[in-house]
């Protein structure tokens, strides 16, 4: 059954509830934020209402409720409500974020108990790849009452985490209106850009592009969910295969499982076992904790880095879990201090590079989790989500983790493109469940 979303009025801009001061008009991008794809992150969050009854009346509550909120939340995020001008400042001129909201023809449960990946995307505002817009909200309302609120953010200006701090603050204004003051701790936007000084390298001429890796084809998403029981048996195997790694986290298990998966099943694929194809896997790495002294996990910004990790060419070590400690571990203070200076940086492009013009036979997946995010700490006054997920994202081979909501699980979106379907969901240990756990 295709589900329904009416939109239920035109869309409009929320603006800050203050005006930016003017010496805060022009926001540098930092040099993080310059190498950052020029793409949207989406997150969707679904909530009962138990004071719902789904009447017009209700809704206006609501839906005034988020919008004063918004309004204000924007004021202290001031660059959300800006645009963003080539990929070097972001003009907060005010004009707004994105505001829609939508009628669903349709039961919150039914969505969240049986998704349908395709239907998703329905539950975020759209807008075209090249918009200057550097946020968009859309709120929508089920016949019982349930709410869908879908995010996204421009990545020039933020990451996975900052989008869900964002969030939550908004999230305390709506729900302590005026108590909220105090409880949030205003971003400081010019932090960034002065930890990692924008380049004035011409990126284009270096051969690097902070397009690298997106692709227009058709994406194919899949979610997968992993149990406290399977993950218990992965890290089990993934220690017991390892030699180097006696106690391996839950996502290192993960991403070295679905790694060795991805390895065997393209090769099978090929139909070519004398074919010697290299399989790399990139972890997104948060710097926050990585940098001396350490950052706040609040902070603000684009505030992560990719690692390679390339397979032993050695065709008996399977250690893959040992490979990804190490090459994650790599990511440390000094690294990140490297990233502050401009032969630091250029050293950085010429690897990421390198990573995409390299061997012609590679292939690689990226990894980011989302595990430790305080996603289901997000409450507008209704009690914490019930679902959250992410749609689609433009890259091929790119699996997002997210804690399940009770926090024992982990949820694997897995983005593939349409041709290689089968890769991941042809394997038996990979069935997709068709229910939510810990749905209540």
């Known amino acids: 059954m295709v589900l329904k979303v009416e939109l239920l009025s035109k869309e409009m801009m929320m603006k800050p509830s203050s005006p930016t001061p003017p010496h ?24 009962h209402d138990a004071a719902a009854n789904g009447e017009d009346d209700h809704r206006v509550c609501s839906s005034q409720l988020l919008k004063q909120s918004l309004s204000k939340v924007l004021t202290l995020f001031y660059p959300l409500a800006g645009r963003i001008k080539g990929n070097d400042f972001i003009d907060c001129s005010d004009d707004g974020a994105l505001w829609v909201e939508a009628r669903v023809h349709g039961f ?9 990946m395709e239907e998703l995307e329905k539950f975020l505002p759209k807008t075209s ?18 709410i869908a609120i879908g995010v996204w953010v421009s990545h020039k200006i933020a990451d996975a985490l900052s989008l869900v701090n964002f969030v939550n603050a908004w999230a305390v204004i709506a729900r302590e209106g005026d108590a909220a003051a105090g409880k949030i701790s205003p971003p400081n936007f010019g932090l960034m850009s002065s930890l990692f000084p924008p380049t004035t390298m011409d990126l284009s001429g270096s051969g690097f592009s902070p397009t690298f890796g997106m692709t227009r084809e058709k994406i194919v998403t899949k979610r997968v969910v992993f149990d ?54 990139t972890h997104n790495v948060n710097l926050r904790a990585r940098m001396k ?64 013009t390299g061997e012609v036979e590679a292939e690689f997946m990226d990894f980011s989790s989302w595990c430790r995010f305080p996603i289901y700490e997000v409450d507008f006054g209704w009690g914490r989500p019930v679902w959250a997920c992410p749609p689609a994202f433009p890259y091929k081979n790119f699996i997002v983790f ?15 493109g349409e041709e290689d ?9 990979l069935t997709p469940m068709p229910k939510l756990q810990c749905y209540q």
């Open 108 to 116: 919150l449960k039914d969505v969240v108990e049986n998704p349908l």
């Open 402 to 416: 997210m804690s399940t909501k009770c926090g024992d699980g982990i949820e694997a979106w897995i983005n593939i």
């Open 421 to 429: 379907d089968d890769i991941y969901m042809g394997a038996g240990s």
């Open 293 to 356: 002294p350490p950052l706040p996990e609040a902070t603000f910004g684009n505030l992560w880095s990719p690692v390679n990790t390339t397979e032993s060419p050695c065709p008996d070590d399977d250690d893959l879990v040992f490979q990804l400690r190490t090459s994650i571990r790599e990511i440390n203070a000094e690294y990140v201090e490297a990233l502050q200076n401009e032969k630091g940086q250029s050293e950085h492009l010429r690897k990421w590079h390198e990573r995409f």
């Open 129 to 146: 790849d090249d918009s200057e817009l550097m946020l968009g909200v859309q709120v929508n309302y089920f016949l019982d009452g349930g």
């Open 228 to 281: 406290k029981e399977k993950l218990a048996a992965l890290k089990k195997s993934a220690a017991a295969e390892s030699s180097g790694v006696g106690n391996p986290t839950r996502v290192e298990a993960l991403s070295a499982f679905m790694w060795k998966n991805f390895r065997e099943a393209s090769r099978k694929k090929s139909q070519d076992t004398s074919m010697k194809k290299t399989i790399r896997a």
């Open 24 to 47: 805060l008009k022009t926001f540098k991008l930092s040099f993080l934020d310059q190498i950052s794809p020029p793409c949207f992150i989406p997150l969707i969050f679904f909530f």
